[in-house]
């Protein structure tokens, strides 16, 4: 009896413990609502939609049919237009869209002879997802007279897989990847870092010395730069030499756009650090961040499936902006100016957390 | 401020929600002096000290410290003082010597006045040979020579000791003291709190705080002349009885015991102190030797907290 009253006596302190602190009651209940609401409403592989530019080089009442039952079949949302191929390859590069569309002066004839595809399909195939998606459209029948069409014709579209010809996932996951270690690792160290010397009583010492807010933090985050550029500089490495994951475009902006990255991801291992009173609470906020990153930013799930506030929230994310720009260069060969509203947005996810860390953070320890 | 005043209070007062923890505190701290705090914990000694440094905001009142406005130029001042936590802040998983180092290049000590003083520091605390431990290794005596050095390596004007002693052995605390004597030598201020009687004797100056209110300030011998009671030294061979009678008379205003000893503490409007408590005794049927003695500093402190104490209850 007596060891079950020392049981109770400790479960009783337990409770009384984990009423107290609150993040932590939070997080029980926080961590599966969000899972559940994320998992079921935001993640959606069943893709539609996707965005596509159409280049209607032959403009004849018959290829306006075309794209008006591609438009009807929900699987492209053509909303811009583009001159040549060459146009819808660069808007392919840069990101703007998934699928070109691109009917050939010759058009009409194609579809008459029936001797070679009448449309090309320039698909992003970097995510395998949508490549299959956009690979649909070749079973989609099109009556465009009264003649049944021709037994063993060939398809209708001709898909061209751009970026990733081989279809290998790895090609797919290893940038966003660079993307997801950053965030796990600089958002927890600065936070743990910081939280560190006010636990351990160093932060009362050290604010009673003439170094400056700013110095203390920026001497804080330089090391995990350090160490943030170290796992980029491995992760591609190991990428190309295990798994051939090209570095299309320039390492240079490799290293740029990861670097923008993990500012913004120290940034706001900072503010948590503001924020939290303890190593724990501060892992927990990470995670509480780390997880809608993953799910939501397109790594692992393409974007164009979610809905629109999932899309919404992701674009708050710096890890959204970071997998476009790292797959764009590093599988698209495109260049950092031409990504420049995600090189905007990163930036100021870092101007925005690098600034209430150093309002928030004072010299004294009220 | 008067010239020769290092820290200057006036009025200063700090609120944490309904509690008062510095209560409309005037205070002055003459140059060159080892200038005690002395209280039980709780008595807003740290907060003090913290408002002191710029750590915390007052609530009301201002401070001038080394000619500085505090909090406003708390940043100016950091660099002339020096400032020992009541818990050991330096980094448990660095030696000794890169505690010291890193210290040092804080203040912005470079070249051969940072190797002077790393050396000076090391063996006037004694750190010679434990220059490669880690901080976390040290024993209570060895991290508190450690952190004294630390806040004294970019030779600070008044250095600010938040119960440097409490973690340590007497004869550690003796040497404590000497270090600081020495420091005082050189020309430092120094404001220490405690709650040790003995250390605070040791102080020059001394204010008592209580519940944040100071209750008394001045010199050791002043406070302990000054004291508002006489002092009844009483042996018998049933110690528990006398305190149980003498302590039920509104005259009498403390009663401690000392082993088979009490020291009864009567309010100075009494005539004849020691042969009224004797007479009490009698009384009672209780034999007892009583004699007047001098006080000492803890029947100052026992006198001034006593309203206090009586409203905090036992304990």
Not at chain 1, 297 to 305: A, N, R, W
Not at chain 2, 22 to 28: I, K, S
Not at chain 2, 92 to 120: H, K, P, Q, T, W
Not at chain 2, 263 to 270: A, G, T
């Amino acid at each position: 009896m007596a060891a079950l009253q020392r049981l109770l006596a400790i479960l009783y302190k337990e409770v009384l413990y984990l009423g107290r602190d609150r993040l932590t009651f939070g997080m029980i209940f926080g961590i599966p609502v969000m899972q559940i609401i994320l998992f079921g409403y935001a993640i959606n592989t069943d893709v539609r939609e996707l965005r596509a530019a159409v280049a209607d080089q032959a403009g004849t009442a018959l290829s306006r049919q075309l794209l008006a039952e591609l438009e009807a079949s929900q699987v492209l949302r053509i909303d811009s237009r583009a001159a040549s191929g060459d146009e819808l390859q660069l808007m392919l590069d840069t990101g703007q869209i998934h699928v070109g569309v691109l009917i050939p002066p010759d058009f009409g004839r194609r579809l008459q002879q029936g001797e070679r595809p009448a449309v090309q399909l320039l698909v992003d195939g970097s995510d395998p997802i949508i490549l299959s998606t956009a690979r649909t459209l070749t079973s989609m029948p099109f009556e465009f007279d009264t003649r049944a069409r021709q037994e063993r014709a060939p398809p209708l579209f001709e898909v061209r897989n751009f970026y990733n010809p081989e279809r290998r996932s790895s090609v797919f996951v290893v940038p966003g990847l660079i993307g997801v270690i950053l965030t796990m690792t600089m958002v927890m160290f600065t936070a743990v870092a910081v939280v560190r010397e006010r636990e351990g009583g160093n932060l009362e010492l050290l604010i009673n010395t003439p170094v400056s807010s700013l110095e203390l933090m920026i001497g804080k985050i330089l090391p995990y730069v350090l160490i943030g550029l170290i796992q980029v500089s491995l992760i591609t490495g190991l990428g190309a030499l295990l798994f051939h994951v090209p570095v299309n475009g320039s390492l240079g902006n490799v290293y740029l756009a990861s670097l923008l990255f993990i500012a913004s991801n120290l940034g706001l291992g900072l503010m948590i650090s503001t924020l939290v009173g303890t190593q724990f609470q501060a892992i927990q906020l990470t995670f509480f961040f780390f997880l809608p990153s993953i799910l939501l930013s397109g790594f692992m799930f393409p974007f164009d499936g979610m809905p629109l506030a999932a899309r919404w929230i992701a674009e708050g994310l710096p890890l959204t902006h970071f997998v476009r720009l790292i797959r764009g260069i590093m599988l698209r060969g495109a260049d950092l100016v031409e990504l420049w509203p995600e090189v905007l947005a990163l930036l100021g996810f870092f101007v925005l957390t690098m600034g209430a860390a150093v309002l928030r953070f004072h010299k004294r320890l009220d | 401020m008067s010239a020769d005043s290092v820290i200057e209070a006036r009025g200063l007062t700090r609120r944490f929600g309904d509690l008062v923890a510095v209560d409309r505190l005037d205070l002055e701290v003459p140059r060159g002096q080892v200038y005690g705090f002395l209280g039980p914990n709780g008595s807003g000694k740290s907060t003090t000290i913290r408002l002191l440094c710029g750590l915390l905001l007052p609530s009301e009142g201002s401070a001038r410290v080394l000619g500085h406005e505090v909090p406003a130029e708390a940043e100016q001042l950091k660099r002339r003082i020096g400032y020992m936590t009541q818990r050991f802040s330096l980094y448990g998983d660095m030696r000794v010597s890169e505690n010291l180092r890193f210290i040092a290049r804080i203040y912005g000590l470079s070249g051969g006045r940072l190797r002077r003083r790393l050396d000076e520091s090391m063996r006037q605390y004694r750190l010679d040979g434990l220059s490669r431990q880690f901080a976390r290794d040290l024993s209570g005596g060895q991290r508190q020579r450690l952190a004294l050095a630390a806040a004294t390596l970019h030779e600070p004007e008044l250095l600010l000791l938040d119960e440097p002693t409490s973690a340590v052995d007497p004869q550690t605390r003796r040497d404590f003291w000497d270090a600081l004597f020495a420091l005082v030598e050189g020309g430092t201020t120094i404001l220490v709190s405690t709650h040790y009687m003995d250390e605070a004797e040791r102080c020059h100056r001394l204010a008592i705080l209580d519940q944040g209110v100071l209750v008394a300030d001045g010199a050791p011998d002043e406070l302990m002349s000054g004291i508002d009671c006489r002092v009844v030294a009483v042996e018998s061979s049933k110690p528990r009885r006398v305190m149980q009678e003498l302590s039920q008379d509104e005259w009498i205003l403390s009663v401690t015991q000392l082993g088979n000893r009490q020291r009864v503490l009567v309010s100075r409007d009494v005539d004849g102190p020691v042969d009224r408590v004797r007479s009490t005794l009698e009384r009672a049927g209780l034999d007892s030797v009583c004699r007047e003695v001098e006080p000492s500093l803890e029947d100052v402190f026992v006198v001034v907290t006593r309203h206090s104490a009586a409203g905090r209850g036992e304990g």
